[in-house]
T-cell receptor, first 111, second 113 residues
Framework: GQNIDQPTEMTATEGAIVQINCTYQ??????LFWYQQHAGEAPTFLSY????GLEEKGRFSSFLSRSKGYSYLLLKELQMKDSASYLC????????????FGRGTQLTVWP | DVKVTQSSRYLVKRTGEKVFLECVQD?????MFWYRQDPGLGLRLIYF???????EKGDIPEGYSVSREKKERFSLILESASTNQTSMYLC????????????FGDGTRLSIL
């Protein structure tokens, strides 16, 4: 299996910045996805990193370090609607597009 | 926008029944996936398919089978439903090109009584 580790829960207040970390040990690593999942809904795609560095997309940014087996998702200017589970999903290059999902980080944003 | 449609949002079946969950995508994607999601366990891959009539076992295939007779449709079959198969089932699809994300359906919440 793949070892994917992310915190189970995090809390923050509106307007704050939060960083959700993910470490992984994925043989044949070839990119990492982040998904957002609101309670009772399907996961939705947030970001994809394949090269080292930071990818910015509005209030959300994602960082990857391949040598460290480490990624983070950075959420700025938090809003109540950002309360959701955030799933880290590394990908192996040889496995026909399958992903390996972490158990998710449940983020609660307080007013 | 990609549309992945699962046939039922909620389903209740009895132990021992044969259960079919259907998934259809409208974007001509080659790859399709079936997951189940349980509290504390996250998303676990049951089966996936990379082409018509092709299938690969995921991490928890026991008690399940799949069918992909047409490119747009991927069916999950519970051969003889058991109570431990009560779960949320999610279907996803993606194009074959590298780096493309999976797109998920809304899920089927299946209860086996």
């Amino acid at each position: 299996g793949q070892n994917i580790d992310q915190p189970t829960e995090m809390t923050a207040t509106e307007g704050a910045i939060v960083q959700i970390n993910c470490t992984y040990q994925t043989s044949g690593f070839n990119g990492l996805f982040w998904y957002q999942q609101h309670a009772g809904e399907a996961p939705t795609f947030l970001s994809y990193n394949v090269l080292d560095g930071l990818e910015e997309k509005g209030r959300f940014s994602s960082f990857l370090s391949r040598s460290k087996g480490y990624s983070y998702l950075l959420l700025k200017e938090l809003q109540m609607k950002d309360s959701a589970s955030y799933l880290c999903a590394p990908r192996r290059g040889s496995t026909l597009g399958r992903l390996y999902f972490g158990r998710g980080t449940q983020l609660t944003v307080w007013p | 926008d990609v549309k992945v449609t699962q046939s039922s949002r909620y389903l209740v079946k009895r132990t021992g029944e044969k259960v079919f969950l259907e998934c259809v995508q409208d974007m001509d994607h080659e790859n399709m996936f079936w997951y189940r999601q349980d509290p504390g366990l996250g998303l676990r891959l049951i089966y996936f398919s990379y082409d018509v009539k092709m299938k690969e076992k995921g991490d928890i295939p026991e008690g399940y089978s799949v069918s992909r007779e047409k490119k747009e449709r991927f069916s999950l079959i519970l051969e003889s439903a058991s109570t431990n198969q009560t779960s949320m089932y999610l279907c996803a699809s993606r194009p074959r090109a590298s780096g493309q994300p999976q797109h998920f359906g809304d899920g089927t919440r299946l209860s086996i009584l």
